[in-house]
């Protein structure tokens, strides 16, 4: 009997009954400087990096002797790191050319007051430590960090969960592009600081990892120093269930969905462990899951219609190669996720070493991809396959294509024994995860020595205590009643601008809270999608001008509207004199006289006797192209009508 689970027996899956385990690891940038040096917190345009390095990475034992698997791993790739930046975000410590200067005390003390919010007890002293980094995604190899605390907790309603510890850290750069031999970066990314919080694996269900992000979520955006917008704050999960692995979730940035790639791992893992009773059950094992010779059928396709073979055989020595995996049928195009096949975690795997192997074709899914069902019996032939033996394929280089298949081999023969510890991304087109790399060993941080260690005395935390924020919750609460808006409004108002700056530019808005939301969302998303033109971060204070001029010369929605487009034009972010502006540009209109207005609605009335309302309006809006205010329009009609 099968030992297969199937994913569509797991559609209403309650993943409580696979044990599950997950804990959280929260990654909040903030905007107060670079951790250790003088540089700012901004990300540039990538054609302002205008110098490069070139970096590659060494391997080396432990001081134990021991070698990291993760580490070992990255070196066979391989790759050369290579990083842009300018001199205005990257000091000689982003680029491993200088010791690190003093930790910056504002990120110390966002760090600080957040875990008093969450309860924690502080170390006597904090030491920074080096923590290694093997991708590449850090210049010299680690990233420092500092633990302050431990031992905290979060009240959820599904029960208590502890925090594990709170750190402050530096982010690592920015990653551009990714080839076969190479990594590029941007500079102006790494030593963002960085806080991390982590949890315990006490959260049982995705809808309670869920609210915890968000709860924790609601404490970092408490304070002003946190930066906003996308990949500002990164949620990494920690996922295990019964007899499974515990899998680091790298990339789950949006809250929504985390409770989909919960569930979708689970589902991953639960099917992966289904598969290896299977191996059991069909009595396969690593030294006879097959012959282990690797075959050269390309005359087996030499007058093929493949269009995908052929175009892959382009080039000097290229042929197709394959290999039998003995009683297989039926287990490489096994899904584990939707779309997602046990054979595709095996080509992920191998690209990643290999990258040149595009992809693998397998007995599972042919024939498909315009090879035909002679080809594969010929393959079948070739390789001694019975009814119950899979094969896959590969088409490239000969020599390139044995240590493919050669380190192939050793994926199978490890996925066939457990599910392994890994890091795992998410895919983001959805909510399935592909393998990245091997867990680090544990043994992956040693202490920063030039970093002084730190102490937090009794009066540091009163201090501290005394200055922690408003809960952002009940901010938005209060901000929505006093503002008179609804609470995602106030939540995109703080987005972009400080409370007060908020405040400020309500008091100069005639209508509040609704005609500077309409400036500063409404009307950059009909430039956008009408004119082509992408939004300005104009400053608050150009945000002030417009409002000032707007009441003064009582510009209409079509007059503001223009306004802002001129400036998108010129890439103004701030304007010295707006009204200068405004009228080298020809943009200031003479007020609206009443009686002129009023004598051409009754020219129109009377050329349209017996109109309804609506025609008659729209033929008088259409008159004044946008010039007059419509509800003028509408109280002067309904008048005369």
């Known amino acids: 009997m099968s030992k297969l689970v199937f994913l569509d027996s797991l559609k209403n899956i309650d993943p409580r009954k696979y044990d599950l385990k997950c804990g959280l690891e929260i990654h909040q940038q903030l905007n107060c400087g670079k951790l250790f040096s ?3 917190c901004n990300i540039v345009p990538n054609v302002e990096l205008n110098k490069e390095i070139r970096r590659k990475l060494r391997f080396s034992l432990s001081e134990q002797g021991e070698t990291d698997k993760a580490a070992a791993a990255e070196v066979l790739k391989e790759k050369e790191q290579i990083y842009r930046y300018n001199d205005k975000i990257a000091s000689l410590v982003d680029l491993d050319e200088e010791p690190p200067g003093n930790p910056n005390k504002m990120a110390l003390s966002v760090g600080a007051r957040i875990s008093q919010m969450l309860n924690l007890i502080f170390f006597d002293k904090i030491q920074f430590m080096r923590k290694i980094i093997v991708d590449g995604s850090v210049t010299s190899g680690f990233q420092r960090t500092a633990m302050l605390g431990f031992g905290g907790k979060l009240i959820t309603s599904f029960g208590e969960v502890s925090i594990d510890g709170v750190n402050v850290e530096e982010d690592s750069c920015r990653a551009l592009e990714r080839g076969d031999g190479y990594n590029i970066f941007a500079l102006d990314r790494q030593g963002i600081p960085l806080i991390e919080i982590t949890t315990g694996p006490q ?68 099917i992966h462990l289904s598969i290896i ?45 394959g290999i ?6 039926g287990i490489l195009g096994h899904e584990l996720n939707e779309n997602f096949r046990f054979a595709t975690e095996i080509s992920n795997r191998n690209k990643l070493r290999y990258p040149k192997i595009k992809g693998l074709f397998h007995s599972d899914e042919l024939p498909k991809y315009g090879i035909t069902s002679e080809e594969v019996e010929n393959v079948r032939k070739t390789l001694n396959c019975n009814k119950n033996d899979a094969f896959i394929l590969i088409v490239q280089e000969e020599t390139y294509a044995k240590k493919s298949f ?107 809270a609704l005609e500077l939301y309409q400036l500063v969302f409404d009307l950059p998303k009909d430039i956008k999608k009408r004119d082509k033109l992408e939004a300005i971060d104009f400053s608050v204070e150009l945000y002030q001008s417009l409002l000032e001029s707007s009441q003064k010369h009582e510009f209409n929605q079509k007059i503001l509207r223009d306004v802002i487009v001129s400036l998108y034009k010129d890439n103004l972010q701030t304007v010295e004199n707006l009204e200068e502006y405004l009228s080298k540009k020809d943009l200031l209109v003479k007020p609206v006289d009443e009686i002129e207005v009023e004598e051409k609605i009754k020219e129109i009335i009377e050329k349209n006797q017996g109109a309804p309302f609506g025609a008659l309006m729209g033929r008088v809006m259409g008159a004044f192209d946008g010039q007059v205010d419509g509800k003028l329009i509408s109280t002067l009609l309904k008048k005369l009508m």
């Open 38 to 40: 003088k540089r700012p």
């Open 203 to 270: 959260i049982k269900t995705p809808l309670q990892a869920q609210e915890c992000a968000q709860q924790l979520g609601t404490i970092l955006r408490s304070f002003s120093e946190t930066r906003r917008g996308l990949g500002t704050i990164r949620q990494d999960l920690n996922v295990s269930i019964l007899n499974g692995a515990r899998i680091e979730i790298k990339g789950a940035q949006n809250l929504k969905l985390i409770p989909e790639v919960i569930e979708a791992e689970v589902k991953r893992q639960a």
């Open 277 to 321: 009773e299977e191996c059991k059950e069909r009595k396969i094992n690593p030294k006879n899951f097959s012959d282990f010779t690797i075959n050269d059928v390309s005359s087996i396709f030499k007058n093929t219609e493949s269009s995908i073979i052929l175009s892959n055989l382009e080039g000097e020595n290229k042929g197709v190669f």
């Open 324 to 329: 039998k995996l003995s009683n297989f049928k």
């Open 406 to 512: 050669e380190y192939m081999f050793s994926i199978i023969a490890e996925l066939m024994l457990y599910v392994p510890e890994e890091v795992r991304q998410v895919d983001p087109k959805g909510t399935i995860t592909k393998f990245l790399r091997p867990m680090p060993g544990a043994a992956r941080m040693y202490p920063e020595t030039d970093v002084s260690e730190i102490e937090f005395t009794s009066e540091y935390l009163k201090k501290m205590e005394e200055s922690i924020p408003e809960l952002y919750s009940l901010k938005i609460e209060r901000l929505s009643k006093k503002w008179k808006c609804s609470q995602r409004e106030v939540e995109d108002f703080l987005d972009k601008f400080s409370e007060n700056d908020v405040s400020t530019l309500i008091s100069k808005s005639q209508k509040g």
